[in-house]
């Protein structure tokens, strides 16, 4: 643990600060950060083992909306080494609460914490630089305040989508924090791949599997607004839109909520101030691909650093990078798994399958 009187003060359960040139949106649109509250805490309630949640406060005073979850009908003696805790990143759009099918099962042997991507969800949302790489580093650096703030010496370090991106970025910088990265779908690996013409010039046409109604929605915006613009436009419509173009989220979770929860969580966690949006947007160039890839920055990371990628087997996100990834490591300490049946979010579609191999990995750390 870091000393005690480095750790930055942790603040109750209050409502995330808004922007005022923002402050009249919330008439046009159904919703507010009070919302997003009432709505993540009906999702948390489905938690049974200890849940802590609250926002940890940076040191430049950004706050990030922070969940531990411990189980607590394991009381282990006291002089038993702790468990490497596991920490959860979210990907684009995401928050905490599509972590539900997860916390409890892989909170069972150690501690696991999950918390919004600064930008997103319940945490601050501060302004973004345009440039991709000062964007990716404020995203990376908040992470690290974070673990300083909460105070975490390792971690076993989970990231799904954008998350994914981010992790590795972060175990790039900081290694010795990382005992095993669990990259799960990852965005931005690869480098937009570009085609000959007939003239034998590369252009950036390129043909790839066709991405589901809602990326595409996304995909035809990016370049030109933020990715989610068109859910705050659509003010009262908004949350029409979201179950229209993700039902998904509905089925995925439909045993443990029979309305509409799980999508009206999606559209209070996007219907706010835009703001991580606007960084990933910065790091992005046009149909969505990274403008810094990040298979070109892999060799970075320490070749004794455990790194496990998982994949939805009928995922819209092309797994061939993971075994790109293991190729540029030279195999060292890198495996690649598909999960069947599962789509881009694997947690949710299989979580049982997902537990299980997540639980596996974080047994072999300790």
């Not at 489905?46 to 926002?55: E, G, T, V």
């Amino acid at each position: 643990m870091d000393n005690p009187a480095t750790i930055a003060p942790v603040q109750n359960d209050c409502e995330t600060e808004t922007s005022s040139a923002w402050s009249w949106w919330p008439s046009w649109r159904p919703t507010s950060m009070s919302l997003l509250k009432t709505t993540e805490s009906k999702i948390l309630a489905c938690i049974q083992n200890d849940l802590w949640a609250r926002f940890v406060t940076l040191q430049n005073q950004y706050r990030i909306w922070t969940l531990t979850i411990t189980n607590k009908a394991v009381r282990k003696p006291v002089e038993q080494v702790p468990k490497t805790p596991l920490v959860m990143v979210h990907g684009f759009g995401g928050g905490v609460g599509l972590w539900i099918r997860n916390l409890d099962a892989l909170s069972r042997s150690r501690p696991v914490y999950a918390f919004d991507l600064l930008g997103f969800g319940r945490s601050s949302r501060p302004p973004f630089p345009s440039d991709a790489a000062e964007a990716e580093e404020q995203f990376v650096d908040s992470i690290e305040q974070w673990r300083q703030s909460v105070g975490l010496e390792n971690m076993i370090l989970l990231g799904h989508s954008l998350g994914g991106y981010l992790a590795t970025s972060y175990a790039i910088q900081y290694p010795s924090r990382v005992s095993h990265l669990i990259l799960v779908d990852p965005w931005g690996f690869p480098e937009r791949p570009k085609v000959q013409n007939q003239q034998g010039q590369g252009t950036d046409v390129v043909k790839r599997p066709s991405p589901p109604r809602w990326v595409k929605a996304i995909l035809a915006v990016v370049t030109l607004f933020n990715p989610l613009a068109v859910i705050r436009a659509a003010g009262p419509l908004g949350p029409g839109l979201v179950n229209r173009f993700r039902p998904d989220f509905k089925r995925k979770f439909e045993d443990l909520f029979d309305d509409d929860t799980m999508t009206q969580y999606i559209y209070h966690c996007n219907a706010q101030t835009p703001s991580g949006e606007v960084g990933f947007r910065a790091m992005t160039e046009s149909l969505g691909w990274a403008k810094r890839p990040m298979l070109d920055r892999v060799h970075q990371l320490p070749a004794s650093m455990p790194i496990t990628l998982l994949y939805g087997a009928q995922s819209w996100v092309d797994s061939s990078s993971g075994y790109k990834m293991a190729q540029i490591r030279n195999h060292s300490n890198t495996r690649v798994l598909l999960i069947n049946e599962a789509s881009h979010h694997v947690y949710a579609d299989q979580p049982g399958e997902f537990n299980r191999v997540v639980e596996n990995i974080c047994k072999s750390v300790n």
